[in-house]
């Protein structure tokens, strides 16, 4: 991976989109990330990601200089490698923090917005502003953001293609934390390390569940959930869960990923 890399801690792993100077997401990044995201999904030392720009800048957008020349058939073959790689990101099985440090726009937002959660720092500035340059979002922006904060809020951010600031973006549900700019990281990691000894299989039967389920219908969500459900019951961490919740109380059990 050229522009991409893994650093795993713990348990927790720390995946780093470096490209000087913005992050600009080229398709050469777009490969990285799906790369990672395949490692991340197969390694079992990994039990939670947090997804990490630097901290200047999290990522400016998609490289607007080689999408310049692209005509319309080009942009009908490279578009699959735009959404793919941030679904590759969301499609992640354990938790995804995306840990957000100065811009997140346009791409560099959807990015975050495939991410379970994002930490944002104080003075960091999100966004959708693609219009701006007579586009629209093309990986995921219009679809993530819609669910993530209402179709109307979701509306106005991408029509306009207005900057969000921090407070504001907590206060909509577009970030689910906001912190001083030096421990973005640290908070990132300190919380994504609780799920280092958690029931692995069970996180990942209800992020199915969530996610999949959002997706559908009620009746769809709800069968989705009765089968991942019965799932789980398959695993030894259920065995070891239930056996020390009958014989030592809640939250005294240890989990294996099995």
Request: negative net charge; charged residues 25%; glycine residues 10%.
């Given at each position: 991976?050229?522009?991409?890399?893994?650093?795993?801690?713990?348990?927790?792993?720390?995946?780093?989109?470096?490209?000087?100077?913005?992050?600009?997401?080229?398709?050469?990044?777009?490969?990285?990330?799906?790369?990672?995201?395949?490692?991340?999904?197969?390694?079992?030392?990994?039990?939670?990601?947090?997804?990490?720009?630097?901290?200047?800048?999290?990522?400016?957008?998609?490289?607007?200089?080689?999408?310049?020349?692209?005509?319309?058939?080009?942009?009908?073959?490279?578009?699959?490698?735009?959404?793919?790689?941030?679904?590759?990101?969301?499609?992640?099985?354990?938790?995804?923090?995306?840990?957000?440090?100065?811009?997140?726009?346009?791409?560099?937002?959807?990015?975050?917005?495939?991410?379970?959660?994002?930490?944002?720092?104080?003075?960091?500035v999100l966004g959708q502003p693609e219009v701006l340059l007579?586009?629209?979002?093309?990986?995921?922006?219009?679809?993530?953001?819609?669910?993530?904060?209402?179709?109307?809020?979701?509306?106005?951010?991408?029509?306009?293609?207005?900057?969000?600031?921090?407070?504001?973006?907590?206060?909509?549900?577009?970030?689910?934390?906001?912190?001083?700019?030096?421990?973005?990281?640290?908070?990132?990691?300190?919380?994504?390390?609780?799920?280092?000894?958690?029931?692995?299989?069970?996180?990942?039967?209800?992020?199915?569940?969530?996610?999949?389920?959002?997706?559908?219908?009620?009746?769809?969500?709800?069968?989705?959930?009765?089968?991942?459900?019965?799932?789980?019951?398959?695993?030894?961490?259920?065995?070891?869960?239930?056996?020390?919740?009958?014989?030592?109380?809640?939250?005294?059990?240890?989990?294996?990923?099995?």
């Amino acid at each position: 991976m050229e522009f991409v890399s893994i650093d795993v801690t713990d348990g927790v792993a720390v995946l780093r989109l470096d490209r000087p100077k913005m992050n600009a997401i080229s398709i050469q990044v777009q490969a990285d990330l799906r790369e990672a995201a395949a490692e991340l999904t197969e390694r079992d030392d990994v039990r939670a990601v947090v997804l990490w720009g630097g901290e200047r800048v999290f990522a400016a957008g998609n490289d607007v200089k080689e999408m310049a020349d692209l005509s319309y058939s080009d942009m009908v073959k490279v578009s699959a490698s735009v959404s793919s790689a941030t679904t590759a990101i969301a499609r992640i099985p354990k938790p995804v923090v995306a840990a957000v440090n100065g811009y997140a726009l346009g791409g560099g937002c959807e990015l975050a917005l495939a991410a379970d959660l994002r930490f944002a720092a104080e003075d960091a500035v999100l966004g959708q502003p693609e219009v701006l340059l007579g586009i629209i979002p093309g990986a995921g922006g219009t679809q993530r953001l819609a669910r993530l904060v209402g179709t109307a809020k979701a509306k106005d951010i991408i029509f306009t293609g207005r900057f969000v600031k921090a407070d504001e973006a907590l206060s909509i549900g577009l970030v689910d934390r906001v912190v001083p700019a030096d421990r973005v990281l640290e908070e990132s990691v300190a919380y994504a390390a609780q799920f280092s000894g958690a029931a692995a299989l069970a996180i990942r039967a209800a992020k199915e569940c969530i996610d999949r389920g959002s997706e559908v219908d009620l009746d769809t969500g709800l069968e989705i959930e009765r089968q991942q459900f019965a799932g789980v019951f398959a695993t030894e961490d259920r065995t070891r869960g239930i056996t020390s919740f009958v014989e030592n109380g809640p939250g005294k059990a240890t989990f294996v990923g099995r």
